[in-house]
């Protein structure tokens, strides 16, 4: 996880830029209005004996451009995929590229089903033109409505950047969402309100723990009661195969015990592979009668786990039912 | 509310444990009775014989004497100390043909005595190499009847002697018929019955009040084959120890087995084995001549002759306790599966003044897993070996052919660093000083401090770098610092050495790597006299013309084919299969492999067992035919040798087949002409 308490180095500030995966920044010009002034001069001349006279000149129109202000907002995560539980930092730069302050900053970030803003989090930093941080601003105030963050920064002078860097967490809700969260920022400038570009991130919610892939376990093993169940004094069989559906083939170790990760959930079928127990065959079950199958059929439920095993007895006829 | 409960409960086992003192406190004791069988019949019923139903219903108090008719009670006369059956059946009528199993033996002390049949010889042996006297009496199923068990024992103090026992065993039905056996040591309601055990204890197999027979005798019986050495329906496994304590196996013929000749389950301590000839068993199931399950602690396997089996001699798989395996004759195993001929899981195992050769795998291999270590492997002869002599596992490998052949030679360890999960704890090989000693009075080498250091002369005739250990020839101490030195006498010029290390601790180290006395250029390349691949002799064999000099011009069929998908023998191929057998018979010291092929159809596993088949079916014909099991080899290569290279119909009927390989006993191959192709 890259630390996002430092703002000083401009090489984070270079490996920030590369970082951003998904943020599109295009620098938005705020709509300035041309004010026009108008312009008149008045001429008075005293002539010998007379009043003094004034004469007024034509009315000359002149377009003032006044100072305007620009916002652009990039966004980036600290990573491009995340588990359930997992916290993610996020950075935000918002950078006037007007000529105008802009007074009165407000970013509303909005983030993905299931990620919680951890409010004590967020830190800002005020970098000059050239990126080089030059104050450590007061606390960001951040208010979060639902799933809105809105931070709040009284002024930006020009060519200025605003960092903030939160972090949230992810929930098991994550995994239903896009995992994509935008930021647009607002603000006012002397010649109306800017807003800027809309960033944003997406990262790749993985189930993780939550991942409803189901576990086969199981267990090949010498019965010696015709139970079906391994007692101690029963041993399990090495290097014995189950196949399953979809010609997966799994071998046991050497307890005769295997398992399974990454399994969809669903019905699985496995069957014993004997030609790979020379001397054994499938034992009969004394007990239950489903059990004297030669394969097993198991209902793995989302994130589960189910159990095949398999008991074995040597017999005088191989590969013989 | 909970603890009153449990008082109820406490209270109604004191009521019932009671309850079963004061009834058998007031039955009567079963008496004991002398009986004849008199009548090869197998039913229960008022007639002129005794039959052995009737004897063994009776002596276990099932059939009261007022029930059997006045010849019949003739036939049985009280006894004192334990019941005996006899037998007295007419000439002619020796065989009792079993309708259904029979009753297990409950009355400790019951002894079933087929010496007793007037005609058996005591003194006569069908073998040379063991004197087991030939049966008179047969056990056999009736035809067409599939029977599970020839003898079930269940109480203490049996002795089952002098008798054929053959054919027990079932087709498998919705599921496996088991556990068989021609004769079943278990407790009193062994498995497929489940009366006693209506919930499955969950902490052991069996539960504490199933007790394992103690002191049961088994000697003098040919198992598996009939008195004249045949038989048409393999047994499923001979004598099968599920649970019995202190079983003595002796002086028995094992042969023709389905599956394992011993094999034990549950709990099998202290059983001692010896002098048993185990030939020619596992044949479709179960390999090893003689498998090693469950508690076999202290048992002992001595002086048998084991030949001929499909996989190893002797497999312990994962057992509890240690066993001995001392002087056994161990040779031609490995038919059909390559296997060791020992193999060993877990500690504290001697194998002693052994005799092992012509093995299609390692002599004697020490599993990685479950740690086994202090295996003590001494004084052995090993000889024609597919592998080491002793092949330690090491670091953990097993995978499949770690549990059948064994691993290869182990790297040496670095420093104090031992490598993990190896059989013996890793003990190294010793190492000779050179590869070249200039004469056998100084043979210098390094090996594991204070290590016993075992020197071995190895066969002439072996390519092998390590090994066989042909020949114990001298013993030393390696000093502290692992320094050995060894004068060695009867050693010339050519001959070579090797040797083990053996650690009390640890237990006995892989051969080391060979070194000649003289020069390598001065070892003998000399054969050994060839040994003739049979696995018993009969007591006055017929005069052996002598063997043509080599190469012999053998005119004999090499192929037979199969059907498409098939693996049964067609007539015709039936008899180009008996021309082999005319022509193994008239060499007895040429050897065959079978080849399984298929056509390159479907895939390649199921080739690989198909080819597996053929060749197991090819086998069969030939063994029904007299051909020792020890002179054939089965392979599978399933469609990876084809013979013809197009995809017609001919070119697919010429790869479905056998090929058999003739060789001599030293793997010398004769000039074979093709004789025909045989198409489907």
Redesign the interface.
């Known amino acids: 996880m890259v630390s996002v308490n430092s703002m000083q180095s401009p090489f984070w500030l270079g490996g920030l830029l590369v970082m951003s995966i998904c943020g599109i920044s295009l620098p938005a010009v705020a709509q300035s209005t041309s004010t026009i002034i108008p312009n008149t001069a008045t001429a008075e001349f005293n002539s010998p004996g007379k009043p003094p006279k004034s004469i007024s000149s034509n009315t000359v129109k002149i377009p003032v451009q006044g100072g305007t202000a620009a916002l652009e907002i990039i966004k980036i995560g600290d990573r491009a995929s995340i588990e359930p539980g997992d916290a993610i930092s996020y950075r935000l730069q918002i950078r006037n590229t007007g000529t105008a302050t802009i007074t009165d900053l407000s970013i509303k970030d909005t983030l993905p089903l299931g990620f919680k803003f951890l409010a004590k989090s967020p830190v800002g930093a005020i970098a000059n033109a050239a990126g080089t941080p030059i104050t450590t601003p007061s606390p960001i105030t951040a208010t979060v409505s639902g799933s809105v963050i809105t931070f709040k920064y009284p002024e930006l002078q020009p060519q200025q950047s605003l960092i903030i860097a939160y972090a949230a967490l992810t929930s098991p809700d994550a995994v239903r969402g896009t995992g994509r969260n935008s930021a647009i920022a607002f603000g006012l400038s002397p010649s109306g309100s800017v807003n800027s570009n809309i960033a944003s991130h997406r990262v790749l919610v993985q189930a993780g723990i939550v991942s409803d892939c189901g576990t086969l376990i199981g267990r090949v093993f010498?019965d010696?009661?015709?139970?079906g169940?391994q007692?101690?004094?029963?041993?399990g069989i090495?290097?014995a195969v189950v196949i399953l559906e979809d010609g997966n083939r799994v071998m046991t170790?050497?307890d005769g015990l295997y398992s399974l990760p990454f399994v969809l959930a669903g019905y699985h079928t496995g069957t014993l592979d004997l030609?790979?127990l020379?001397?054994?065959?499938?034992?009969?079950?004394?007990?239950r009668i489903d059990k004297?199958s030669t394969s097993r059929s198991v209902r793995l439920e989302p994130s589960g786990m189910a159990r095949m095993n398999f008991a074995v007895?040597?017999?005088?006829?191989?590969?013989?039912? | 509310m909970k603890t009153s409960k449990y008082i109820y409960q406490f209270s109604t086992v004191q009521i019932l444990l009671l309850l079963g003192l004061s009834q058998s406190a007031i039955s009567q004791p079963i008496p004991f009775y002398k009986t004849t069988v008199t009548s090869n019949a197998d039913e229960i019923k008022v007639d002129n014989g005794l039959t052995l139903r009737e004897a063994i219903a009776l002596i276990n108090g099932e059939l009261k004497l007022e029930n059997l008719s006045s010849a019949e009670r003739s036939q049985v006369t009280p006894a004192s100390q334990s019941s005996t059956i006899g037998f007295n059946l007419p000439s002619g009528q020796t065989q009792i043909a079993l309708n259904s199993e029979l009753p297990s033996i409950t009355i400790p002390g019951t002894t079933i005595d087929g010496t007793t049949q007037p005609g058996y010889d005591a003194t006569k042996s069908a073998t040379q190499e063991i004197s087991i006297a030939i049966p008179v009496v047969e056990l056999i199923p009736a035809a067409n009847v599939d029977v599970l068990r020839g003898l079930t024992i269940v109480s203490d103090r049996v002795t089952i002697r002098g008798l054929s026992i053959h054919g027990f065993s079932a087709a498998h039905k919705s599921t496996a018929m088991t556990p068989p056996a021609d004769i079943f040591i278990s407790h009193a309601t062994p498995p497929p019955s489940i009366e006693k055990q209506k919930m499955p204890a969950n902490f052991a197999p069996y539960y504490p009040d199933d007790i394992p027979p103690k002191n049961i005798i088994i000697e003098n019986n040919w198992l598996g084959i009939s008195p004249i050495g045949k038989t048409d329906r393999p047994s499923a496994f001979g004598v099968s120890v599920f649970q019995g304590e202190n079983t003595t196996i002796r002086r028995n013929r094992i042969e023709f087995h389905d599956g394992s000749a011993i094999i034990t389950s549950v709990a099998a301590t202290n059983t001692d084995v010896s002098e048993n000839i185990i030939v020619n068993n596992g044949l479709a199931g179960m390999p090893d001549a003689i498998r090693l399950e469950g508690n076999i602690d202290r048992s002992r396997i001595h002086g048998n002759l084991m030949c001929g089996n499909d996989g190893a001699g002797v497999y312990l798989f994962k057992p509890n306790g240690s066993v001995k395996i001392s002087d056994n004759q161990i040779r031609y195993n490995g038919r059909r599966l390559r296997r060791a001929a020992i193999y060993l899981t877990g500690s504290g195992h001697e194998v002693i003044d052994n005799q092992i050769s012509h093995q299609s795998g390692s002599g004697v291999v020490v599993g990685a897993y479950p740690q086994s270590d202090r295996n003590i492997i001494a004084n052995n002869r090993f000889d024609t070996l597919e592998g080491m002599s002793i092949d330690l596992n090491t670091q953990e490998n097993t995978y499949a052919q770690a549990w059948q052949t064994g691993d290869g030679p182990n790297p040496k360890h670095k420093g104090s660093y031992r490598h993990l999960e190896t059989g013996n704890a890793a003990i190294d090989s010793p190492e000779f000083t050179t590869d070249e000693f200039t004469n056998a009075n100084v043979i210098t080498g390094t090996a594991e401090p204070n290590s016993q250091i075992a020197l071995y002369k190895v066969q002439l005739n072996t390519e092998d770098d390590r090994g066989p250990l042909s020949q114990p020839i001298g013993q030393v101490m390696a000093d502290a610092e692992g320094k050995f030195t060894a004068q060695l006498t009867g050693l010339g010029k050519g001959d070579r050495i090797s040797a083990t290390a053996t650690d009390p601790t640890k237990g006995t180290s892989e051969p080391a790597i060979n070194a000649a006395i003289g020069t390598w250029k001065d070892v003998k390349t000399t054969r050994n006299p060839t040994a003739i691949p049979a696995c018993t002799t009969p007591p006055n064999p017929p005069i052996i013309t002598p063997q043509p000099v080599l190469p012999i011009k053998l005119k004999a069929p090499t192929r037979i084919h199969f059907a498409l998908d098939q693996d049964f023998i067609s007539p015709v191929s039936a008899t180009i299969l008996n021309r082999i057998a005319t022509v193994l018979n008239q060499y007895p010291g040429v050897s065959i492999e079978l080849e399984g092929h298929t056509d390159p159809r479907a895939n390649n596993d199921y080739n690989q067992a198909l080819g597996m088949r053929r060749a197991t079916n090819a086998r069969t014909y030939l063994l029904r035919q007299g051909i020792s099991a020890s002179r054939m080899i089965l392979r599978s290569l399933g469609e990876t040798k084809r013979i013809a290279k197009g995809n017609s119909k001919i070119d697919y009927a010429r790869d479905r087949r056998v090929e058999i390989i003739y060789r001599d006993s030293d793997g010398f191959e004769l000039t074979v002409e093709e004789s025909d192709l045989q198409l489907e």
């Open positions: 010498e010696r009661n015709f139970d169940e007692q101690p004094g029963e041993p090495p290097n170790d050497a030609t790979s020379p001397g054994y065959t499938l034992a009969p079950n004394l007990y004297n007895t040597p017999t005088y006829r191989e590969g013989v039912r």
